[in-house]
């Protein structure tokens, strides 16, 4: 079982930035990739950043990509996603992920990849 709670969502105006935590619980954090996926009203989730094991891989979906960056710190048990350069478009909720079945440098990105899912946090970019 993993447990995952996500923070760092809210309120900010076009072109400013967040920083997305996702603390982990449970199995040990270095043996599993992380993803965050983003959810909008009437969409569905789709897949937003990875990052490998020991974050020697990362992915981005291309419509964040050089505005966002995700990271991890294995030894706080802890994933992160920073955002700058934000739009309208990326508001949304967001959930981080754990794959805990991908290979060793894995960054997958389709939803069924992942098997724990936390809360979601909302994230809205005003115009």
């Known amino acids: 079982q993993v447990q995952l709670v996500e923070s760092g969502g809210g309120l900010v105006q076009a072109g400013g930035s967040l920083r997305l935590s996702c603390a982990a619980s449970g199995r040990p954090f270095s043996s599993y990739a992380m993803g965050w996926f983003r959810q909008a009203p009437g969409k569905e989730r789709e897949f937003v950043s990875a990052?490998?094991?020991?974050?020697?891989?990362?992915n981005y979906a291309e419509s964040v990509k050089g505005r966002f960056t995700i990271s991890r710190d294995n030894a706080k048990n802890t994933v992160y996603l920073q955002m700058n350069s934000l739009k309208p478009e990326d508001t949304a909720v967001y959930y981080c992920?754990?794959?805990?079945?991908?290979?060793?440098?894995?960054?997958?990105?389709?939803?069924?990849?992942?098997?724990?899912w936390g809360q979601g946090t909302q994230v809205t970019v005003s115009s």
């Open positions: 990052i490998s094991r020991t974050g020697s891989n990362t």
């Open positions: 992920a754990a794959d805990l079945s991908g290979s060793y440098y894995s960054t997958r990105t389709r939803v069924y990849e992942y098997n724990y």
